[in-house]
């Protein structure tokens, strides 16, 4: 009888975890393919290699199915995926790098000479502000209907996420975009 128990309660278990739409981001699986596409400079040498670890993308895809892809979907964070704490360098527009250090909620960035600012996610809120020089400023929050809200520093502005919305921003704030075609 505790067998039949056991059996019911494992489908259950199976069944809740497969049917609650937690379609997530399999970084596992996603972490160990790309490792294996980079392994060596051979893409032959990459093909025996995953032949010979196959059994580990199996394991990989079950753990993200059943565990992973659950826990990012009821908590909005996979535990794989993070990347809090790395800095990767970018080349900015003005032809100079920029370290970028991914946080927990946001990003820090180092210019050139030194300057710090940092781009912090409000998730209460649901809104990023930028913090430089110990001042906090709210950049934008999103609103319910699928719009910002820009801040501007004198005044706020509703505008859609697109490029009519980014054409508004621009108009308020000085800055012209000019499309040319044929």
């Known amino acids: 009888m505790k067998a039949r128990h056991l059996s019911v309660a494992i489908i259950l ?4 975890s497969l049917t609650s739409s937690c379609v997530g981001s399999f970084s596992l699986f996603n972490k160990l393919a790309s490792w294996n596409k ?6 032959f040498l990459n093909e025996i290699i995953f032949i010979v670890i196959s059994p580990a993308y199996a394991v990989c895809s079950v753990a993200d ?8 979907f009821w908590t909005g964070d996979n535990p794989v995926a993070s990347k809090v704490g790395k800095t990767t360098n970018v080349l900015g527009e003005d032809g100079n790098y920029y370290a970028v250090k991914t946080l927990k909620n946001g990003y820090e960035i180092t210019a050139p000479n030194g300057e710090v600012t940092t781009f912090i ?62």
Request: zero cysteines.
């Open 65 to 72: 199915v059943l565990v992973l892809n659950s826990i990012e």
């Open 13 to 16: 278990i199976a069944a809740a």
């Open 121 to 182: 996610y409000n998730k209460k809120q649901d809104s990023w502000s930028q913090v430089q020089n110990g001042v906090t400023t709210e950049i934008f929050r999103f609103n319910e209907n699928g719009t910002i809200k820009v801040n501007l520093g004198d005044r706020t502005m509703d505008v859609t996420v697109d490029e009519i919305g980014l054409n508004e921003v621009a108009a308020a704030t000085g800055h012209s975009y000019f499309y040319a075609s044929r």
């Open 38 to 43: 980079g392994a060596t400079k051979s893409k």
